[in-house]
């Protein structure tokens, strides 16, 4: 697997704390946020998305400062609840159906035809997230698409293609994007959550090929389900086996941490197969952030992606 190492400030104008690396939006499981794209299309979960579920089972030492990076493939990565799908994907393609703007909007942002909308949003699947996640928020705003940087909380309702990416945020119908990966690390903005730091916040890079089963964590249960690629699939949910062996993770970081076993109850995904480092820009001025946030105190460092 391979990480993000987030290197402390080193003073000089490109890479340390005088450059400034935006913000990233903190965006609580079932919060709204900013100018979203519809109301939200979420179904209750099954548990409490507090404290954050910790999805590495290799935990970073105290100023290891790694994002983990996993497939999005990886067994155990999402989470859900048996036979109940996480979002209602028609009520969503009903509420951009009523209003072409948005819709138009909307498929600007994931780069697709707006007529192809509704079966775009058939294809993806329900799930939950599992651990906080770093992603590219899209508000609306002024009738276009605003993207942001954001992490989303552990327990989050999201519409994953068939890559394991997620592409909808469902407690406000926002598209999604894949991070981007700045210079200079971001600025946490918003309240954080019980549980959460950057070294706990992964990435979701796409699979090598389509999935053909998601094996997804019941988070009430802790049984681990089969689930197929889209909408119209929770009711034919199948149990299957946990993993065989302990699932391990390692990250390229200044300080190796050593193994730490995944408590029975919350069950983490698989060591991943085929890591993909993660869309880096080079540019110190990331796309706005939503209006109206505080902004967390923290001192931005440099950004890079680390080697396998």
């Given at each position: ?57 290799t935990a970073p030492a105290p100023g290891d ?74 508000s609306y705003r002024d009738g276009a698409p ?163």
């Amino acid at each position: 697997m391979l990480a993000v190492v987030l290197t402390r400030p080193s003073g000089d104008k490109d890479g340390g704390g005088g450059g400034g690396g935006g913000t990233i939006s903190l965006q609580n499981a079932s919060a709204t946020g900013p100018d979203p794209f519809t109301d939200s299309t979420a179904n209750d979960p099954a548990d409490s998305p507090s404290p954050s579920v910790q999805v590495p089972t290799t935990a970073p030492a105290p100023g290891d400062n790694a994002v983990r990076q996993y497939d999005g493939s990886q067994r155990g990565l999402y989470g859900g609840t048996k036979n109940v799908a996480s979002c209602d994907v028609e009520r969503q393609i009903e509420y951009l159906s009523a209003q072409p703007a948005k819709n138009r909007a909307f498929a600007s942002a994931l780069r697709i035809q707006p007529s192809t909308v509704p079966d775009y949003l058939r294809s993806l699947t329900p799930l939950r997230l599992r651990a906080d996640t770093w992603v590219t928020n899209h508000s609306y705003r002024d009738g276009a698409p605003r993207a942001y940087q954001a992490v989303l909380q552990a327990g989050t309702a999201v519409l994953v293609d068939d890559r394991g990416v997620p592409r909808v945020r469902c407690a406000c119908g926002n598209p999604l994007g894949e991070p981007v990966i700045t210079k200079t690390a971001p600025r946490p903005v918003g309240t954080p959550w019980p549980g959460y730091s950057m070294e706990s916040t992964v990435v979701v890079k796409p699979a090598a090929k389509p999935v053909e089963e998601f094996v997804i964590v019941d988070t009430g249960t802790g049984e681990w389900v089969k689930r197929q690629p889209g909408d119209s699939n929770a009711d034919r949910d199948r149990e299957t086996r946990p993993p065989t062996t302990s699932p391990t993770a390692t990250a390229t970081s200044p300080t190796p941490s050593s193994p730490a076993p995944e408590p029975p109850s919350s069950p983490g995904p698989e060591t991943p197969e085929s890591p993909v480092s993660p869309r880096t820009e080079d540019t110190t001025t990331p796309p706005e952030p939503p209006p109206g946030e505080t902004t967390t105190e923290q001192s931005p460092g440099d950004v890079s992606p680390a080697s396998p």
